[in-house]
């Protein structure tokens, strides 16, 4: 199987930072893209940023310049600095991988179990 374990969430103030990490374990063959989605209350999940193997990355329009995605493939760790955070940004954030196994020629999708990040005003 495999597993995704976040850590770094918690409560900061309005324009203070903080740095997710996830750590990718099992028997992980490969990975592909790594990303970070939030959900907010009575909100739908959305995507925050994604980076693929060869380090291509994305952001969500709510989150660019302020947020900066990276990886360590030797560590199949993602991790997401959170700078100029507003309460806007208050969420479960969970990790998400593409992952092939050893012994299956097909990638599929792995979640972490969340870790909670709240900004107070």
């Known amino acids: 199987q495999v597993q995704l374990v976040e850590s770094g969430g918690g409560l900061v103030q309005a324009g203070g930072s903080l740095r997710l990490s996830c750590a990718a374990s099992?028997?992980?063959?490969?990975?592909?893209?790594m990303g970070w989605y939030r959900q907010a209350p009575g909100k739908q999940r959305e995507l925050v940023a994604q980076i693929t193997s060869g380090s291509g990355t994305n952001y969500a329009d709510s989150v660019k310049g302020r947020f900066t995605i990276s990886r360590d493939n030797a560590k199949n760790t993602v991790y997401l600095q959170m700078n100029s955070l507003k309460p806007e940004d208050t969420a479960v954030y969970y990790c998400n991988a593409a992952a092939q196994r050893y012994g299956y020629s097909s990638f599929s999708n792995y979640w972490g179990q969340g870790t909670q990040v709240t900004v107070s005003s």
């Open positions: 099992g028997t992980i063959f490969s990975i592909n893209s």
